[in-house]
């Protein structure tokens, strides 16, 4: 690789860095859902408490929240290069949560970076 592709490299890496940062905090409340039903079953927006949501997240299936005006955001971690935020989330399955930090949206699909969760009363 040639020098002057790799400084067009460094400095369109280090733009993003600083939008990164300069993307504010925010807070979303929601849902913590399996993706799958949250995509396929429109009318359900709480959790059943059949067990399902526990046992589609015990399957592997990717975790959403969903908001109470069916907005879908996915969570991401605060780092760059994105690393694993199930773990984090886990104890908060099929519960209501907040949850704080950068919200980023590319077409139509959004994304929180998990800073803070915390489970809210409903």
Known sequence: MSIPSMLV???LFLAQVASQKTTPETSVVG?????ACVHRFHEVTKPLPNGCVEACVRGGSPLVIL???QQ???????EMPDSDVRVKLLPFVGKLVKI???MFSRGGSMAIAVEHVEAVKE
């Open 67 to 69: 908001t109470k005006d």
């Open 31 to 35: 849902y913590l859902r399996d993706s």
């Open 100 to 102: 704080t930090g950068p």
């Open 72 to 78: 879908v955001y996915h969570p991401i971690s605060t």
């Open 9 to 11: 490299l460094g400095v």
